[in-house]
T-cell receptor
Framework: DAKTTQPNSMESNEEEPVHLPCNHS???????IHWYRQLPSQGPEYVIHGLTSNVNNRMASLAIAEDRKSSTLILHRATLRDAAVYYC????????????FGQGTRLTINP | NAGVTQTPKFRVLKTGQSMTLLCAQDMNHEYMYWYRQDPGMGLRLIHYSVGEGTTAKGEVPDGYNVSRLKKQNFLLGLESAAPSQTSVYFCASSALRQESYTFGSGTRLTVV
């Protein structure tokens, strides 16, 4: 499976936008980009996923670079409840879908 | 709508004891997964299933067995628990490939 690289930690302020980067230089054409987050003492929670085009949902937006070697998760207006570890994961189309979690980015939101 | 339910939520085992963790989902999902998460680490895949009656190994399968006799249930067994299996165990399910996973709230297992 192709690997992703994320910063270990990031910090932002409440009510400001947050851009969480993810590098995946070895991504293949059949890899989807998934984002999950894990709040303290909880199981991971789905945030968003996409293949080539940018994606939006009620939680966040996913901006995918034209060469697909990087992507950015955008939280438009951070709240204290967005403090969590965010995981960027690649998942191949063929075969059984298996999400391989890395270390993720620990996001701290300052009031 | 319960989603993914894991039982028990907490358990303490002595080395060498056996136990079974139960995962139940009520969303009619085909795929189910067992992960473990050690302190400060990401999740690691133990075993998974792509449908009733099927199982497959993940990244760290040693010391664990699984069964998927019914579509809605995925059981994780520890035949002879070891302290290295102290961890938080998460179950997840998904409907199809490239669909989102739904995770349970976890089982915190301590082996002494």
């Amino acid at each position: 499976d192709a690997k992703t690289t994320q910063p270990n930690s990031m910090e932002s302020n409440e009510e400001e936008p947050v851009h969480l980067p993810c590098n995946h230089s070895t991504i293949s054409g059949t890899d989807y980009i998934h984002w999950y987050r894990q709040l303290p003492s909880q199981g991971p929670e789905y945030v968003i996923h996409g293949l080539t085009s940018n994606v939006n949902n009620r939680m966040a937006s996913l901006a995918i670079a034209e060469d697909r070697k990087s992507s950015t998760l955008i939280l438009h207006r951070a709240t204290l409840r967005d403090a969590a570890v965010y995981y960027c994961i690649l998942s191949r189309i063929q075969g059984a879908q298996k999400l391989v979690f890395g270390q993720g980015t620990r996001l701290t939101i300052n009031p | 709508n319960a989603g993914v339910t894991q039982t028990p939520k907490f358990r303490v085992l002595k080395t060498g004891q056996s136990m079974t963790l139960l995962c139940a989902q009520d969303m009619n999902h085909e795929y189910m997964y067992w992960y473990r998460q050690d302190p400060g680490m990401g999740l690691r895949l133990i075993h998974y299933s792509v449908g009733e009656g099927t199982t497959a190994k993940g990244e760290v399968p040693d010391g664990y067995n699984v069964s998927r006799l019914k579509k809605q249930n995925f059981l994780l067994g520890l035949e002879s628990a070891a302290p290295s299996q102290t961890s938080v165990y998460f179950c997840a399910s998904s409907a199809l490939r490239q669909e989102s996973y739904t995770f349970g709230s976890g089982t915190r297992l301590t082996v002494v």
